[in-house]
């Protein structure tokens, strides 16, 4: 065995060692372990700092036509999302793809936004599409699955049961924004 592969063994045997020590049983024979004092346990990230909260504010959507691919900032929450379009859906229907950017410091808890669809059926009556499942609409993931970190971006797909080819005049809400015009690009 070479030297460097015995000094790792040792380096690993030595603190289990350590930890094991010596047992008296003459004294430890019912001996129960006590807490000296009450602890306090307060979530923290991976580095112990305490986690910050997710600010999630509602107020009326702003109303944007930018659809060509800028950024729209959520006016109440420190996000935004970039219009990435829509697309038929393999089980029916469409898929809107957004991307979600995080501007917090803090994670978005996954089921922080819900989106909604609405299409013009003929003379300006809107209709609302219904949100559709992972298996209904043959997508992987519906929205976002886990929490979005701090400065993360996910392109989010949101399957509706509502043809593209209805698309040509509606207005997608997601947050506090809402994306209108001919959204069936």
Excluded: H
Aim: proline share 8%; hydrophobic share 35%; glycine share 8%.
């Amino acid at each position: 065995m070479s030297q460097r592969l015995k000094v790792a063994a040792l380096a690993l045997i030595f603190p289990l060692a350590a930890c094991t020590g010596p047992v008296d049983d003459d004294n430890s024979e019912g001996m129960e372990a006590t807490p000296t004092e009450d602890a306090e346990v307060s979530p923290t990230s991976t580095l112990g700092l305490p986690e910050k909260e997710f600010a999630v504010a509602e107020v009326e959507p702003s109303t944007t036509n930018e659809i060509k691919g800028e950024r729209v900032e959520d006016p109440a929450m420190e996000l935004s999302y970039k219009w990435q379009g829509t697309s038929y859906a393999p089980g029916g229907g469409s898929v809107v793809v957004v991307a979600i950017t995080n501007e917090s410091d803090a994670p978005m808890p996954a089921d922080t936004l819900n989106p909604t669809l609405t299409w013009n059926a003929g003379n300006k009556e809107y209709r609302t599409a219904e949100l559709k499942t992972a298996e209904e609409a043959g997508v992987d993931i519906v929205g976002l699955d886990m929490p979005l970190g701090p400065g993360a971006t996910v392109n989010a797909k949101f399957p509706f049961d509502v043809s593209t080819g209805n698309l040509w005049d509606a207005k997608f809400t997601i947050g506090n924004v809402t994306f209108e015009g001919n959204l069936n690009n």
